[in-house]
């Protein structure tokens, strides 16, 4: 676990790296202050109330659903390990909200467990598979006891391609040996790699959880959020040019913009390359 307050762009460190290698995920505290947390936390409630949801919400696309969102795609503290890890030709792919209230009654069996990516999980056929794509998880509740519904995360199995489980997801199964269910304040971010093996556990708790979910990948890999009108919407005027970026708002449309054939008119290009960030010995961050 690890404790950071660091200013605005600067590198995640050659430890967390190395942490994030071993370990697959990392845990920095105190991301968001307490204004921070209130401004999104509050979003996401009332959008849950508008939406007439009384129970659990898994919404994706969280900035269309919730434009007051936005500060979070690249929040300084936070956006710096998606630059170190996944360079500059990188957009959000996938993101979502969550709303999880107190289960009163026990659920039926539900296997989480899953690697992000979908398909990608298939039909890559190297062993391990590449990482294609980072996530990070902002806590928006306190869930610094377990039982509160935590994320579950099998430390270092992001190099394994495979997690034995049941013949089917309804069919009950123990928990993976060595799964840990992490802790975190309101404010704590998770940073994760794609691959690392991982699920949502039950909330029996009274504190409801909320979370907000942003995942990241290359420019080059189709999205899956739902984010093609956003360019029409009054809220695109108050975005920066790192955020467009990062919501497939850069470029013509052209399929060259996005193989990255155009640094010098990619924000996140502008932006390292003006504060010397672009270290040569990351390949992604080599034009
Ligand atoms: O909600 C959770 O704790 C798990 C989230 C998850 O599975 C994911 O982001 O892929």
Redesign the pocket.
């Known amino acids: 676990m690890t404790q950071v307050i660091a200013p605005a762009w600067t590198p995640m460190t050659d430890e967390e790296r190395a942490q994030f290698d071993r370990d697959g995920f990392l845990v920095i505290r105190n991301v968001l202050n307490q204004d921070e947390i209130e401004r999104a936390r509050t979003a996401i409630l009332n959008f849950r109330e508008k939406a007439g949801v009384t129970g659990a919400l ?1 919404e994706l696309s969280a900035v269309t659903a919730c434009p007051e969102l936005a500060f979070l795609l690249d929040h300084p503290v936070a956006f710096r390990y998606i630059w170190s890890l996944l360079g500059w030709n990188v957009h959000v792919y996938h993101s ?1 909200i ?1 709303v ?1 209230p107190q289960i009163k009654e026990k659920t039926p069996d539900w296997w ?1 467990w ?1 690697q ?1 990516g979908g398909r990608q999980n298939r039909e890559l056929e190297t062993d391990p598979r590449p990482r294609m794509s980072v ?1 990070l ?1 902002y806590w928006l509740s306190d869930v610094s006891e377990t039982g509160r ?4 995360v099998l430390p270092g199995s992001h190099l394994t391609n495979w997690l034995p489980g049941p013949p089917s997801r309804g069919v009950p199964w123990p928990q993976p040996e060595g799964a840990l269910q992490i802790t975190a304040n309101p404010g704590d971010l998770v940073v994760f790699d794609r691959r690392i093996w ?4 039950d909330n029996y708790s009274s504190i409801t959880r909320v ?1 907000a ?1 942003f ?1 990241y990948t290359y420019r080059w890999l189709a999205g899956r959020d739902n984010v093609a009108d956003l360019p029409n919407q009054p809220m695109w005027a108050g975005l920066n040019d790192v955020q467009r970026q990062l919501l497939g708002g850069v470029g013509d449309g052209d399929g060259d913009h996005l193989w990255g054939h155009y640094p010098e008119t990619t924000p996140l290009y502008g932006e390292l390359k003006q504060r010397g960030l672009l270290d040569a010995s990351i390949p992604a961050l080599i034009p």
């Open positions: 898994h979502h969550d999880h989480h899953h992000d996530k998880a519904g935590n994320f579950t991982h699920a949502r556990s979370g979910f995942g």
